[in-house]
């Protein structure tokens, strides 16, 4: 396969303003490609909360930018890096960089470092819940038995030890206090803090759980956010539901594209190309109001090689993510097959949020194949920006292979897939040169072009036109 370097970030700078697109999202999204750090994990800090030692973690961070930019990435999507308890999701205060990670002066370097190359940098908002140890909610200094601000938070109705009141949790975690949404003081803090570290430099927001936040606080806090910073990129964490009536009710840019997720590496593993084909078609729906953030992996899911019963499927589930629509995310780690099971427990995250080296020669030899398909593939993209807002059209579905035209704009590609490990004769309708893979054409530039695909194989295809 002929190796293809990603093109330089577009001429407009992360500082520089923009428009929105006619999706709602700021225009530079189109060009958007997240590597997404988590980064306690990526620093070796202990998240037990035993631990408190610095790592430098935003410096370190810092250092891989350069690798970030060779793989094509055009932002660095940051998991947590506000103080907190333990694992950054019990946030204490969200004004402060957590000492384990850094400060204010390792969060501007951070910053101006990024754009200086091109990069955007994307924050992650825990604003569901706090941690126990907030001040609004860590017990009063005069051991009262309500939080400083019981109005922040959400009682049960019931009381623990010592008759102190209880209060809701996000989804059973004790740790975690839900905030009081309906409190017009809690929406005044988050739109605080979301414009404050836009105006450090941030240029977008993730907004964790967002599924689990009442719709109409959204709509209240993002408008007021937007008024400073229109050009902020805002996407939800959402697993489940209706998303674009999430969207629409929110005003949120995008949320999370979890159906697809599932859909990739569940048809590979189960050769059953129809589960993927069905979820291309939802996802062409969703498409028609808003750009879903895409991924094969991130923090809270088992690594896809872990994940994929079939090492060279691998090559499959990265050709998707990279050949239709919407804004892709690739998780730190496996762009070099980094592998990783998620397990329900105390602790569990820890195998899918490992530390990283302290340079890229200190990785392992046989990632490096990996990462070069992701730069050859992330490099395709780079050059047909309209696959940002692209439809995908089934041509010939079977279990085991799938062609589907993606198109948008005016433009178009085919991409074709062999799960099977045969060779396997694809029908490619005017398909004239190979963009990507491995293939050969049989009539190449007619109705009756075929691609011909060794076992495992696949192939982006460009019409004879192009």
Not at 29 to 57: M, N
Not at 68 to 84: C, D, K, M
Not at 113 to 127: C, K, S
Request: glycine residues 10%; aromatic residues 10%; charged residues 20%.
């Amino acid at each position: 396969m002929t190796t293809h370097r990603p093109p330089p970030p577009p001429a407009s700078s992360p500082s520089s303003a923009s428009s929105a697109s006619p999706t709602g999202e700021p225009d530079w999204v189109r060009h958007a490609i997240w590597w997404h750090v988590y980064p306690l994990g990526f620093a070796g800090a202990d998240t037990t909360g035993a631990d408190r030692r610095p790592t430098r973690g935003l410096a370190r961070i810092a250092d891989w930018l350069d690798y970030a930019v060779r793989l094509g990435a055009s932002g660095l999507a940051l998991g947590p890096i506000f103080a907190s308890s333990t694992h950054g999701y019990d946030t204490v205060d969200h004004f402060r960089i957590d000492p384990r990670l850094g400060d204010d002066a390792d969060f501007d370097d951070l910053v101006a470092r990024a754009h200086r190359r091109g990069l955007r940098i994307l924050l992650d908002g825990v604003f569901n819940h706090v941690g126990r140890e907030h001040p609004a909610f860590a017990a009063s200094p005069d051991g009262g038995d309500a939080p400083p601000r019981p109005d922040w938070f959400v009682p049960t109705g019931g009381t623990g030890p010592g008759g102190r009141p209880e209060y809701a949790t996000f989804e059973g975690h004790g740790s975690l206090v839900t905030l009081r949404h309906a409190n017009p003081a809690v929406a005044d803090h988050v739109t605080e803090i979301m414009t404050h570290w836009l105006d450090r430099g941030a240029d977008g927001w993730r907004l964790d759980a967002a599924y689990a936040v009442p719709a109409d606080f959204w709509a209240q806090v993002l408008p007021r956010v937007r008024r400073a910073h229109p050009d902020a990129y805002l996407v939800g964490e959402v697993i489940h539901g209706d998303y674009p009536d999430i969207v629409r009710r929110t005003g949120l840019d995008a949320v999370t594209q979890y159906e697809l997720w599932k859909a990739i590496w569940s048809s590979l593993n189960d050769a059953n190309l129809f589960e993927l084909a069905w979820a291309l078609g939802r996802h062409d729906g969703f498409l028609d109001s808003f750009v879903p953030l895409t991924f094969v992996g991130n923090h809270d899911v088992t690594r896809l090689a872990s994940r994929l019963r079939e090492p060279r499927h691998l090559a499959h589930a990265l050709v998707v993510l990279c050949t239709v629509g919407g804004t892709p995310s690739v998780y730190y780690g496996d762009e070099q097959a980094f592998v990783g099971v998620k397990e329900d427990r105390v602790g569990g995250d820890d195998a899918v949020r490992p530390a990283f080296p302290v340079g890229p020669a200190a990785l392992a030899p046989y990632g490096w194949p990996i990462y070069r398909l992701h730069q050859d593939l992330i490099g395709l993209r780079r050059r047909h920006p309209w696959l940002h807002t692209a439809r995908t059209r089934p041509l010939h579905l079977t279990n085991e292979q799938l062609v589907y035209e993606t198109s948008a704009e005016g433009q178009r590609l085919l991409v074709v897939l062999n799960l099977a490990g045969a060779p396997a004769d694809c029908p490619a309708p005017d398909a004239g040169q190979l963009v990507a893979g491995h293939a050969d054409l049989v009539q190449p530039g007619t109705a009756q072009a075929l691609a011909r695909l060794p076992p495992f194989g696949w192939a982006v295809l460009a019409p004879a036109d192009h």
